[in-house]
């Protein structure tokens, strides 16, 4: 039931090259950076990711990027990574944006084992008629292309159906996890990172803090250990990473207050 490892190198060890990965966080937010090092160190590529966004230039997944070692992402966000749109706009990078909603129910469905279901996110547009544009050809033009999906009537309404998503590993961050693999997500960290460790079928947590089974009261747990099969324990300086992505101040109200005169 001890599911520690002696380090994020052990972890990834078994991560080869053409593998997929669901990577959690939400911007910089719950990125198991750690983790995505060690799997830079190792060297794996050609990597199928699916993740909210593709991190930052230099930062979490924008790392592997940079490097070559993704070949394709499912995801919702291209964001600030001037890479990422860079490969994708000129066709070195297979890219299946959809819906946040739908990326995040068909990670929750492929976990909880359900093969498919209908939304009616995306009705109407090329997410369910198809024709998105997947890969671009080097010279330009549509290499490779979205497939139409089956549309059908419920109630009135249309829906698309969306297919689960279950991906060969999972890596994620907590701020806090037992032993046996049970973890409190903190804030926004939470958006993501539970639905990644439930569809990887080998899931990796890298936590923040590390408890024995036990200290963490079942009511406070996030996502139990079945999802979980490895754990890292972070070090206090790498627990204290946590990069901002865009830091927005406002004057002092010192500063902005007027002066009347009488």
Same mark, same amino acid.
């Given at each position: ?13 078994d ?14 937010? *719950?990125?198991? @950076? &750690?983790?995505?090092? /060690?799997?830079?160190? $190792?060297?794996? +590529?050609?990597?199928?990711? %699916? ?43 297979e ?12 990670m ?23 024709g ?7 010279? *330009?033009?549509? @290499? &490779?292309?979205?497939? /139409?999906?089956?549309? $059908?009537?419920? +109630?009135?309404?249309?829906? %698309? ?13 907590a ?21 990644c ?21 079942p ?16 070090t ?16 002092? @109200? ?9």
């Amino acid at each position: 039931m001890d599911k520690v490892v002696a380090s994020a190198a052990e972890a990834v060890a078994d991560i080869g090259g053409g593998a997929s990965l669901a990577v959690g966080g939400f911007g910089l937010c *719950g990125v198991p @950076a &750690v983790l995505i090092g /060690a799997l830079y160190e $190792r060297g794996s +590529g050609d990597l199928r990711v %699916v993740s909210n966004n593709c991190g930052l230039d230099g930062r979490g997944l924008g790392r592997l990027l940079a490097a070559g070692r993704i070949a394709r992402v499912m995801g919702s966000y291209v964001g600030d990574n001037k890479e990422f749109a860079r490969q994708y706009l000129a066709g070195e990078l297979e890219v299946e944006l959809m819906p946040q909603g739908t990326l995040a129910e068909r990670m929750r469905a492929g976990g909880a084992g359900i093969p498919a279901f209908y939304t009616p996110a995306g009705v109407g547009t090329m997410v369910a008629e198809g024709g998105m544009p997947w890969r671009y050809a080097p010279g *330009g033009g549509v @290499a &490779v292309a979205s497939p /139409a999906k089956e549309v $059908r009537e419920f +109630g009135g309404a249309e829906y %698309v159906l969306e297919e689960g998503i279950t991906t060969d590993f999972a890596l994620v961050r907590a701020a806090k996890g037992d032993r046996h693999g049970n973890l409190v997500f903190d804030k926004a960290a939470r958006n993501f990172n539970p639905l990644c460790a439930m569809a990887g079928r080998i899931t990796l947590a890298e936590v923040e803090e590390l408890v024995e089974p036990g200290e963490i009261d079942p009511d406070a747990v996030h996502l139990p250990g079945v999802f979980v099969q490895r754990v890292v324990e972070l070090t206090p300086e790498q627990a204290a990473d946590r990069p901002i992505e865009k830091r927005t101040t406002s004057a002092s @109200a010192s500063s902005t207050r007027g002066t009347v005169r009488a």
